[in-house]
């Protein structure tokens, strides 16, 4: 029997958290993980195609689990670095859970023992457990993984364990940043650098996370070549796709500012200290050092790339600015992404209007 998909073809598809296709042609991603790639799949995906081409879905047959999982995490090379990491991350603790329940083979996998990871999963460590969204994450790429499995790896009489498990995404509220936090946010980045270059980077970085509502990926890839003259900036997005942000001249001067007192060969538009490619641990660690320094001005707040990014959205709703137009503006790919931010303003706008038309004012 012909494994269905994968094995006529000869290559694995390339599909990404949650089953939905990404792929990118940016070259710093595909850079980056080919020589990764190379080295830790190697022949293991392909020769277990090969050979198992003709064979019966029998447990003798089969190849090993992990060598399916490595298929399905680097089942393309255009993959973003952070997808890999994100999928390494909840799916190798799903791994390791089935080997120690004796499993090592992806037909022998049944709904127990995934309800059963998600379940100790859940619990968390050290007495504390995951938030709902971290529930979620597992339980998605879980499916992910165990849906690519039912339709590459199994015969089609086998029954598929995710096939009837909720995987609901919960709501996550984020709070913006009003304007006053800002302020403090660019005093802070200025403060705790430890050189004029690197104050001059964070300042830079900032207005281009916010005015561009840009997501931390997007940031870290972008290169000088993709800043016009204009002041538009070239923006690599999720899926490969691309798009055009306007950046007001504010941003642009501190990013030629920045650039201007920057030294070396690299064509990134932000680097670290010794010149290289930003890192998203990076970014993180700066995020989580700027809060640290002011914990209770920021005190309730996801300080991130991606609270700059929804702070931007909000306020250019608030501002005006047509859902349409805020949808192409941070790369949704539907309006429905969008509107949760018309929801966010629309409720903030409501909250300013009910403090100022209390009753109880003057009581």
Request: proline letters at 4%; glycine letters at 6%.
């Amino acid at each position: 029997m012909a494994r269905r998909g994968v094995a006529q073809s000869g290559r694995a598809p390339a599909w990404g958290v949650g089953g939905r296709r990404f792929e990118s042609d940016h070259p710093d991603q595909i850079e980056h993980e080919k020589g990764r790639l190379d080295r830790k799949i190697g022949r293991v995906v392909n020769t277990s195609i090969e050979t198992s081409v003709n064979n019966s879905f029998d447990l003798a047959a089969s190849p090993r689990l992990r060598d399916v999982l490595n298929s399905f995490i680097y089942s393309s090379v255009h993959k973003s670095p952070k997808t890999i990491k994100t999928l390494h991350e909840t799916l190798d603790p799903f791994v390791d859970y089935l080997h120690r329940h004796d499993i090592d083979n992806h037909l022998a996998v049944k709904r127990q023992h995934v309800e059963g990871f998600i379940l100790e999963i859940s619990q968390g460590r050290r007495g504390k457990p995951l938030s709902p969204a971290s529930v979620f994450a597992f339980t998605k790429d879980v499916r992910a993984f165990i849906n690519y499995v039912a339709g590459e790896w199994s015969p089609e009489e086998w029954p598929n364990p995710v096939r009837r498990i909720k995987c609901k995404r919960p709501q996550v509220f984020i709070r913006p940043l009003t304007r006053e936090q800002l302020v403090r946010l660019f005093e802070l980045a200025q403060d705790t650098a430890p050189s004029r270059i690197i104050a001059s980077r964070n300042r830079a970085m900032l207005l281009t996370l916010i005015d561009g509502a840009l997501r931390a990926g997007e940031l870290i890839s972008a290169r000088k070549d993709d800043l016009s003259v204009d002041g538009s900036l070239v923006v690599h997005g999720k899926g490969a796709k691309t798009r055009q942000v306007a950046l007001s001249k504010v941003t642009v001067a501190a990013i030629n500012d920045y650039l201007a007192r920057r030294s070396g060969s690299s064509d990134h538009l932000f680097v670290n200290d010794s010149g290289s490619r930003l890192g998203y641990e990076a970014i993180k660690s700066l995020f989580h050092r700027w809060k640290k320094a002011d914990p209770q001005y920021f005190n309730n707040i996801r300080l991130s790339a991606h609270t700059l990014r929804h702070t931007s959205a909000t306020m250019r709703r608030l501002a005006g600015m047509s859902e349409g137009d805020l949808q192409t503006y941070l790369g949704h790919a539907t309006s429905a992404m969008t509107r949760h931010y018309s929801e966010a303003a629309l409720a903030r706008s409501a909250n300013i209007v009910a403090k100022q038309t209390s009753p109880v004012v003057g009581l």
